[in-house]
């Protein structure tokens, strides 16, 4: 079966430039979690999905960043404009159910690098 | 609140060493989920183990196994006659039936030298 898949796995970009960073999670599961890792601050939840909804998203950054989930088997990260201390490792997550009782698998990851 | 502790910076050991991972946990719910996630030098982020709050059984999966206490608030994971391919970072993580949030651990870098 297929895992959670990313993409792309590497980013490079400069400065000011729109990043997307795309996800597709683990059909048949109901839940959908952006994580960012670095290691300054180690893991962090950016936005967590339930059912194509966006159920918390206080760990987002700034207004510079948005998600969306527009169906079961698709979401995307989007970083307008990015700036360098937005390099990190955006981890994509899903879920059969919720965060609070079910496993999370994660994606691969994907690397991003703003200069 | 929720907090997961994970003391253990860095361990190095030598292959076929035995090591355990510590990690504390706090919580004020009664009902929750432990982990353990694995994350090879590759990047990705693996999953090994979950466990809820009302198991207290250890488990033991070939030669990694998993001591549960509620009594010390610990889920602590040891890796028996280690490999090198067992060099990771190993984090722990909690789950509460009542925030929907997964809390991570600062993670542990476990190298093991041939």
């Known amino acids: 079966d297929a895992g959670v898949i990313q993409s792309p796995r590497h980013e490079v970009t400069e400065m000011g430039q729109e990043v997307t960073l795309r996800c597709k999670p683990i059909?048949?599961?109901?839940?959908l979690f952006w994580y960012r890792q670095t290691m300054m601050r180690g893991l962090e939840l950016l936005i967590y999905f339930n059912n194509n909804v966006p159920i918390d998203d206080s760990g987002m950054p700034e207004d510079r960043f948005s998600a969306k989930m527009p169906n079961a088997s698709f979401s995307t990260l989007k970083i307008q404009p990015s700036e360098p201390r937005d390099s990190a490792v955006y981890f994509c997550?899903?879920?059969?159910?919720?965060?609070?009782?079910?496993?999370?698998?994660f994606g691969p990851g994907t690397r991003l690098t703003v200069l | 609140a929720q907090k997961v502790t994970q003391a253990q910076t860095e361990i190095s050991v030598v292959e076929k060493e035995d090591v355990t991972l510590d990690c504390v946990y706090e919580?004020?719910?009664?009902?929750?989920?432990l982990f353990w996630y694995k994350q090879p030098p590759s990047g990705e982020l693996v999953f090994l183990i979950r466990?809820?709050?009302?198991?207290?059984q250890n488990e033991i999966s070939g030669r990694y196994s998993w001591n549960f206490q509620k009594s010390t608030s610990s889920f602590n994971f040891t890796i028996t006659a280690s490999q090198v391919v067992d060099s990771a970072v190993y984090f722990c993580?909690?789950?509460?039936?009542?925030?929907?949030?997964?809390?991570f651990g600062t993670g542990t870098r476990l190298q093991v030298f041939p």
């Open positions: 059909s048949g599961h109901n839940s």
């Open positions: 993580a909690l789950s509460e039936r009542n925030t929907d949030k997964l809390i």
């Open positions: 997550a899903s879920s059969l159910e919720g965060a609070g009782t079910d496993t999370q698998y």
């Open positions: 466990r809820n709050s009302f198991d207290e």
């Open positions: 919580t004020r719910d009664t009902t929750y989920y």
